[in-house]
């Protein structure tokens, strides 16, 4: 997935880009009459919906974009965010005998699990980012269930049969 946030309004692509771009299109509409709740921005990488507040101009849409990004746990100039992670008493206690801080371990023990089979973490978050948008924005359209199955499988000649008569914007995000 090229772009970083797609817009959708019904089954339509609004926008689709760095989200500046984005929220930008979307701001035209809104200021061309358009109910803001009708349009979904969603965050491609992880497939995850977004709020943003259209209220003023655009460099007012665009500096409370910027704020909330900033925000956050975790060091966000070096990419990390915090986030707690669960385990049991006896993995606290092996994480403490490796030499490193836990949080040094766990990234280490992740990075080598990606480097062995680097195709299955990224399939397997496409599928799921994408499954998150068509999940809000195709809910109702025929065949959902076997789009799902498919795209879960890695059967891209299925998935572009199942999504043959949907709108196109919708059949150009699925089957890209």
Known sequence: MKDPYIAFQGHTRVAAGPLEDTLAAVKRHIDQGTNPAAILIFELASGRQRDFDFRGSLDDVLDRARESTARGRGRPKLGVTSKEVTLLP???AWLANQGKSPSATLRSLVEDAMRRDPRAHTSQTDAEALWRILSAVAGNLP???EVSR???RGDAATLANLVA??????????VG
């Open 90 to 92: 006896r993995h606290w």
């Open 143 to 145: 065949g959902l269930e």
């Open 150 to 152: 498919s795209l879960f």
């Open 165 to 174: 008569d949907w709108p196109e914007d919708l059949r150009d995000l699925v």
